[in-house]
Structure formats: C-alpha cells, structure tokens
C-alpha cells in the first residue's frame, strides 16, 4: 500500500485547510484509514479514522471542526479542517490498516504534510 498526502499549508487562525490522502497498491485490504498528526517535541496522535464501513472516529480535540470522508472511486480519503487553532500546527500522516485478526495488524504510513496555523 502506497500512500500519498497532500494540501498541508500555511493558515490563519479560524481558517480552514482540506487535506488528501490518496491510496495505491494493494488497496482492496485496507480495513480502515486515518490521519494522525505529531507537533514538534510531542507524540503522535490520532485525528480522525474511518473505517471501510464508514464509521468515523475523532480524537477529542477537533471533534466538531474536523470532518473526515471518503472517494471510493478515487481511492482517496479527507480530512477538512475548520476553525483551525494555531494548537492544530503539525505534521499530518495518513494511515492505512490492515487488520488480519484481532492481536494482529499491519499500519502503512503516508510521507506526512505540513499544518501551520498561525495566530
């Protein structure tokens, strides 16, 4: 599975940005897709996942501004973002899961895009 990110940027506070994940390869095992992002100096964490049923998932600090979806015809997922906060600042990863059973499963990661939200 290849992953290629895209639509990172530089915004202002209170703006909005539209980040693509668009996917390749092996796509038919994908089981469910996300974004993660990682700041300077902190860990990396979850942003929104969706699975291949569409069920979306946030982490607690975008829900109500970030909304994730899919183009099953273009093999590519969304992130929108609204009411950016200069907190929102990081590098944005796209993830790709392939669940085989339930202790195992194997992540692809995207090359990651810059966020910037300035105050």
């Known amino acids: 599975v290849q992953l290629q990110a895209s639509g990172g940027g530089l915004v202002q506070s209170g703006g909005s940005l539209r980040l693509a994940c668009a996917a390749s390869g092996s796509i038919f095992s994908i089981n469910a897709m996300g974004w993660y992002r990682q700041a300077l100096g902190k860990q990396r964490e979850l942003v929104a996942t969706?699975?291949?049923?569409?069920?979306?998932n946030y982490g607690d600090s975008v829900k109500g501004r970030f909304t994730m979806s899919r183009d099953n015809a273009k093999n590519t997922v969304y992130l929108q973002m609204n009411s950016l906060k200069p907190e929102d600042t990081a590098v944005y990863y796209c993830n790709a899961r392939i669940i085989y059973s339930d202790i195992l499963s194997e992540d692809y990661w995207g090359q990651g895009t810059q966020v910037t939200v300035s105050s």
């Open positions: 969706i699975t291949i049923g569409g069920s979306t």
